[in-house]
């Protein structure tokens, strides 16, 4: 079993910052593409930010410049880091891991419950 939990979501205004946490835990024997997708109200869940096992690193265009990813291999964490902070970010953030459980088991995508960001003043 894989367990992964967001934290960090909250209420900020425009122009703030947050930061989102992703632990993941359980059967790990390794972790490869880690990343952070959001969905607002009405609309498909969109993949903001990823991070691969190599450190390649993409970003949704209507993030670049204002958030940041970056993993903890050690403690099998992820961060998404959060500036300027938009009300169009408002969102229900979810993370995604592809972790495999074993050495003879194929890596397999997990998902966060999610965490809620609203930007507002």
């Known amino acids: 079993q894989v367990q992964v939990v967001e934290s960090g979501g909250g209420l900020v205004q425009p122009g703030g910052s947050l930061r989102l946490s992703c632990a993941v835990s359980?059967?790990?024997?390794?972790?490869?593409?880690m990343g952070w997708y959001r969905q607002a109200p009405g609309k498909q869940r969109e993949l903001v930010s990823q991070i691969t096992a190599f450190s390649i690193i993409y970003y949704a265009d209507s993030v670049k410049g204002r958030f940041t990813i970056f993993r903890d291999d050690a403690k099998n964490m992820v961060y998404l880091q959060m500036d300027s902070l938009k009300p169009e970010d408002t969102a229900v953030y979810y993370c995604?891991?592809?972790?495999?459980?074993?050495?003879?088991?194929?890596?397999?995508?997990?998902w966060g419950k999610g965490t809620l960001v609203t930007v507002s003043s």
């Open positions: 995604n891991v592809w972790v495999r459980p074993g050495e003879l088991l194929e890596s397999k995508g997990y």
């Open positions: 359980g059967s790990i024997f390794g972790i490869g593409a």
